[in-house]
C-alpha cells in the first residue's frame, strides 16, 4: 500500500492524479489535514483528515503501508520563521512519527520532498556533494528532516529517496503561491508586474508534471539516496517578469509594465546570484530527463 500524505495540496493531489491516471494499481491511502489543501478526493482516491503530528493517529494508518511518498509540511518560509514551534511539529515530528510507526510495521521507503535550501549560499555550481548549509529556519527543518531519514536507513533499513527540489510551478490541480504564479496573475487582472528588489536573484524551476513522474518512478526498489530535483532553465526574476510579460502582451494584446519595490525581507533572506543546478545523478539513474520549459508553465499559468 501507499501512503500519501499531504494529498489535498498541490503536489500531493496531482501526484495522485499522475499515479491513477498510469496505471497504478496498488492501493493508495490519503491523508491531509487540510490546512491548505481543499481537495477531499482526487479521482477515486478519497482523502481522509488527518493530524500528523498526533502519534495515535499516525498509528492508525500504518499497517501494510509499504511506500510513503510525504508531501505534507509547511512550505512556506515566512510561516515557519514565525510560529517555529508548529514547524518542528509540522516539518519534523510528523516525520519521526511516520518512521517510527514505520518502522513497526515494516515500512519499505519513504520519498521526502526536501529543498535546495539546504545547501549553503554563493556556490557557484550546486551538487548533491556541494556544501550544506542552511540560511533560515525551513532549510534547517529540511536538513533535519533528512538526516533523520538517513538514521532510520542505518537502524531499520528504511530506504529513501529524498528530492531536493527547487521551484515547483506549473498548473496542478490547484494552484501554489510562487513568483511566476503571482506575476502570471497580475497580469491576468490588469496589474503590473511587481518585482521586489534588483531582480538579479536567480531561481531553477521544474514544471509539476516532471516532478511527479520522478516521484512514480522513486517508487521503484532500484532508485535509493539523495537527488537534487531541478529543471534545465535557471533564470533571474528580471528574464522571468520580462518572458510573463511578453507572452502577456502577444497574447492578451495589451502593455504590461513592470515595477521594482523595495523587498521587505532585505538583509533576511539570502540570495544567490548566479548558479547552475547539477541534475545530472537525476537524469542518469532515472533515465529521465525533465521535459516541460518555463515557457510551458508560463502559458499554462496565463491560460488557467
Same mark, same amino acid.
Given at each position: 500500500m501507499?501512503?500519501?500524505t499531504?494529498?489535498?495540496?498541490y ?24 490546512e ?6 482526487v ?6 483528515k488527518?493530524d500528523?503530528t498526533d502519534?495515535?493517529?499516525v498509528q492508525?494508518?500504518m499497517k ?6 510525504h508531501?505534507?509540511g ?5 510561516e ?21 510507526e ?21 556556490q557557484a555550481?550546486i ?5 550544506l ?11 533535519w ?5 538517513q538514521?532510520?536507513?542505518?537502524s ?10 527547487t ?11 510562487? =513568483? @511566476? !504564479?503571482?506575476?502570471?496573475? *497580475?497580469? %491576468?487582472n490588469?496589474h503590473?508586474?511587481?518585482i521586489?528588489?534588483? #531582480?538579479?536573484? &536567480? ?7 516532471? =516532478? @511527479? !513522474?520522478?516521484y512514480?518512478? *522513486?517508487? %521503484?526498489?532500484?532508485h ?6 531541478? #529543471?534545465?532553465? &535557471?533564470?533571474s526574476?528580471?528574464?522571468i517578469?520580462?518572458?510573463?510579460a511578453?507572452?502577456?502582451e ?8 513592470i515595477?521594482?519595490?523595495?523587498s521587505?525581507r532585505?538583509?533576511r ?10 541534475i ?7 533515465h ?10 508560463i502559458q499554462?499559468d496565463?491560460?488557467?
Amino acid at each position: 500500500m501507499i501512503l500519501v500524505t499531504g494529498a489535498a495540496g498541490y503536489i500531493g493531489s496531482y501526484f495522485i492524479k499522475h499515479l491513477t491516471e498510469n496505471g497504478h494499481t496498488e492501493k493508495i491511502k490519503a491523508v491531509d489535514n487540510f490546512e491548505c489543501g481543499h481537495h477531499e478526493r482526487v479521482n477515486d482516491i478519497k482523502i481522509d483528515k488527518l493530524d500528523l503530528t498526533d502519534i495515535a493517529q499516525v498509528q492508525s494508518i500504518m499497517k501494510d503501508v509499504s511506500i510513503v511518498v510525504h508531501c505534507a509540511g509547511i512550505s512556506s518560509i515566512p510561516e515557519c520563521e514565525k510560529d517555529s514551534q508548529r514547524a518542528i511539529l509540522a516539518n519534523l515530528l510528523a516525520v519521526r512519527h511516520l518512521l517510527e510507526e514505520g518502522a513497526k510495521n515494516g515500512l519499505k521507503k519513504i520519498i521526502f520532498p526536501s529543498s535546495f535550501s539546504v545547501y549553503a549560499p554563493g556556490q557557484a555550481r550546486i551538487s548533491e556533494r556541494s556544501a550544506l548549509g542552511p540560511y533560515h529556519f525551513y532549510g534547517h527543518l529540511k536538513l533535519w528532516a533528512e538526516m533523520l531519514i538517513q538514521s532510520y536507513k542505518n537502524s531499520h533499513r528504511i530506504d529513501y529517496v529524498i528530492f531536493r527540489q527547487t521551484n515547483v510551478c506549473g498548473k496542478g490541480l490547484s494552484h501554489k503561491n510562487n =513568483v @511566476v !504564479h503571482a506575476m502570471c496573475q *497580475a497580469v %491576468k487582472n490588469d496589474h503590473p508586474i511587481t518585482i521586489y528588489g534588483d #531582480g538579479r536573484q &536567480t531561481r531553477n524551476f521544474i514544471h509539476i508534471k516532471d =516532478v @511527479v !513522474h520522478y516521484y512514480r518512478l *522513486a517508487m %521503484k526498489d532500484q532508485h535509493q539516496g539523495i537527488y537534487n530535483l531541478g #529543471g534545465h532553465e &535557471t533564470k533571474s526574476i528580471n528574464n522571468i517578469a520580462r518572458l510573463i510579460a511578453d507572452r502577456g502582451e502577444q497574447t492578451m494584446k495589451k502593455k504590461v509594465r513592470i515595477i521594482h519595490l523595495p523587498s521587505d525581507r532585505e538583509g533576511r533572506e539570502l540570495t544567490t546570484p548566479d548558479f547552475v543546478c547539477d541534475i545530472s545523478k537525476l537524469i542518469n539513474d532515472f533515465h529521465y530527463s525533465p521535459r516541460h520549459s518555463i515557457q510551458d508553465i508560463i502559458q499554462e499559468d496565463l491560460e488557467a
